[in-house]
C-alpha cells in the first residue's frame, strides 16, 4: 500500500461549482501535511498546509481527520485557473522526508 | 529572479554519458532536496541535505550522487546516465525551524537519455 494514496481523477468540474478531494496515508506517526499544485510541466507550489483544527484560505479549506487518516481539500466557486494537478504532502515527526501522493487532476470546464 | 534556480532546464543526452545539474537558491534555507518524477509514480526523493556536511539518502538514491558545495548550492550527478533515468528533476529547499515547514521547489530540469 502506497503511504499516501490519491484519486488520480481526472476531475471536469463546471466552472463555479464546488469540488473535494481526498487523501489516505498509511503511516499514523505523519505529523504534517501540506496540499500543492502543480500545473503541466511546472513545479509544485505549496496552496496550503493542512492544519489539525482545519483551514481556510480563501475559496480553499483543508481538514485532517487522524482517526481515519485522511486529508481533504475542498475548492469553493472553481475558477477556470484552478484546473491543476493536486498533490497531498505528508511528514514524519522530525523526518525531513516528504511523501507526496501521485496527485488528483482537476480541470475546469468553461 | 527565482529563489530556487535549476540549471540546465532541458538535456537530452545519451547514455553512459556523466551529467550534473545544479540548484542554487537565495532563501537563505539551510535544508535542500533532490527528487525526481515520473508519470503515475509522483514525486521520489533521491538525496537530501541538511548543512554543508550533511548528505543523506533518499528513497532512490543508487546510480546518483550530489554535492553541497554551499549552503547555496545543491548538485546532483549522474556518473554514469541510463534510459531509465529520463524524468523530470527538481531540486527543494526548506528551513530547519520546526517540522511543519513546507518545501519551495525550482522550475524543474527535463532529463532525456537516448
Known amino acids: 500500500r502506497k503511504e499516501v494514496e490519491q484519486d488520480p481523477g481526472p476531475f471536469n468540474v463546471p466552472e463555479g461549482a464546488t469540488v473535494a478531494f481526498n487523501c489516505t496515508y498509511s503511516?499514523?506517526?505523519?505529523?504534517?501535511f501540506f496540499w500543492y499544485r502543480q500545473d503541466c510541466r511546472k513545479e509544485p507550489k505549496l496552496l496550503m498546509s493542512?492544519?489539525?483544527s482545519g483551514n481556510e484560505d480563501g475559496r480553499f479549506t483543508a481538514q485532517l481527520n487522524r482517526a481515519s487518516q485522511y486529508i481533504s481539500l475542498l475548492i469553493r466557486d472553481s475558477k477556470l485557473s484552478d484546473s491543476a494537478t493536486y498533490l497531498c504532502v505528508g511528514r514524519g515527526f522530525g523526518n525531513e522526508k516528504l511523501t507526496f501522493g501521485t496527485g488528483t487532476r482537476l480541470t475546469i470546464i468553461p | 529572479d527565482a529563489d530556487v534556480t535549476q540549471t540546465p532546464r532541458n538535456r537530452i543526452t545519451k547514455t553512459g554519458k556523466r551529467i550534473m545539474l545544479e540548484c542554487s537558491q537565495t532563501k537563505g534555507h539551510d535544508r535542500m532536496y533532490w527528487y525526481r518524477q515520473d508519470p503515475g509514480l509522483g514525486l521520489r526523493l533521491i538525496y537530501y541535505?541538511?548543512?554543508?556536511?550533511?548528505?543523506n539518502k533518499g528513497e532512490i538514491s543508487d546510480g546518483y550522487s550530489v554535492s553541497r558545495q554551499a549552503q547555496a548550492k545543491f548538485s546532483l550527478s549522474l556518473e554514469s546516465a541510463i534510459p531509465n533515468q529520463t524524468a523530470l528533476y527538481f531540486c527543494?529547499?526548506?528551513?530547519?525551524?520546526?517540522?511543519?515547514?513546507?518545501?519551495?521547489f525550482g522550475d524543474g530540469t527535463r532529463l532525456s537519455i537516448l
Open positions: 493542512v492544519y489539525s
Open positions: 503511516n499514523s506517526a505523519s505529523q504534517s
Open positions: 527543494a529547499t526548506s528551513d530547519s525551524t520546526g517540522s511543519s515547514q513546507p518545501q519551495h
Open positions: 541535505s541538511f548543512d554543508v556536511k550533511d548528505i
